[in-house]
């Protein structure tokens, strides 16, 4: 008699997309393919098309995860700051932080933008950068800089985070480590944030 199959937990969409965000991230969007991921996951097509309709369903859905994982999710802790000054604060932080000090950080930004002109990756892209630009001109704006100079601020801010993803992706010995990349971060944090 053969020996009863171990069940495998069920697929979700959610893991269909992160495994397709996984792959977007390390090989680009070329590499966001149904039968590539479906052998990642260990599943069969028709596990795929019991979520998705087809390779466009499946890239809307890893770019709708990481606008949430990356802008909402970040956003929504940020708000929990105390105050604004806490909370510009904050924000800088973790994003640094991760971008510098989380191997991979950054890295799905990065690999969307030589597809930034892509149907399905232009709108996606320009919505995260102006949310991400508003929630920075914001924060700066409540310390009281005029509009303009918030803006300003706000730009040069998101500058120094692409470059930081790009420094870190391409060239990681570059950046400090332990206690001198804490000592970094809290230096470009004092930098970004004075008003």
Known sequence: ??????PRASLTKDD????ALTALERHGLAAV???PIAKTLGATKGSFYWHFTGRDDLIAAALDQWERRDTDGVIAVVEQAEDDEERLRLLLRLVLQA???TPGAG???????????????APVLARVTERRMSTLESLFAQQGLSPADARDRARLTYAAYLGHAQLAHATP???????????????????????
Do not use: C, N
Request: avoid cysteine; charged fraction near 15%.
């Open 107 to 121: 890295s799905v930004e990065l690999a969307l933008q030589p597809h930034a002109d892509h149907p399905m990756v």
């Open 173 to 195: 010995g570059q950046l400090p480590t332990g206690k001198a990349f804490t000592a970094y971060v809290d230096r470009i944090v004092e930098t970004l944030a004075e008003v």
């Open 1 to 6: 008699m053969p020996a009863a199959k171990t």
């Open 33 to 35: 393919a149904v039968e």
């Open 99 to 101: 971008v510098v000090g």
């Open 16 to 19: 269909w997309s992160a495994a």
